[in-house]
């Protein structure tokens, strides 16, 4: 059974990167441009994990994280904040609220890879 994958970020670019490295190792991906986008695309589907960025318009990473981890459906979700932040601050903050990894971009797409598969389970 494919795994599927959401994407949560503003910018459109990096969702194409991101979504050409996980569909490249397999992987269905569902895209949204910001925490409210994807909160309301959660719809009780199956996702087995969520890479989403913190600086975001509308709702921000870490409280869609919060969001989310409100879920019946989603809160025991994998999520894998990528994001410019690098501060041990945002980092402690993104951790308290969810979010099982930290990847700072730049970034490589195997270095994401690897992450992505160590959360998601079988």
């Given amino acids: 059974m494919t795994k599927t994958i959401m994407i949560v970020d503003d910018s459109a670019s990096l969702r194409q990167v991101v979504s050409i490295a996980l569909k490249g190792a397999g992987y269905a991906v569902l895209e949204a441009c910001d925490g409210k986008d994807a909160v309301a695309k ?64 730049p970034f490589k797409p195997e270095q994401l890879l690897v992450a992505v598969n160590k959360l998601v389970l079988p």
């Fill in 42 to 105: 959660l719809t009780g589907q199956k996702i087995h994990l969520i890479v989403s960025d913190v600086n975001m318009p509308n709702m921000d990473g870490i409280s869609f994280v919060k969001a989310v981890k409100q879920m019946p459906n989603y809160k025991f979700t994998p999520i894998i904040m990528l994001t410019t932040e690098s501060e041990e601050s945002k980092k402690l903050e993104g951790q308290a609220a969810g979010a099982k990894a930290w990847v700072v971009k």
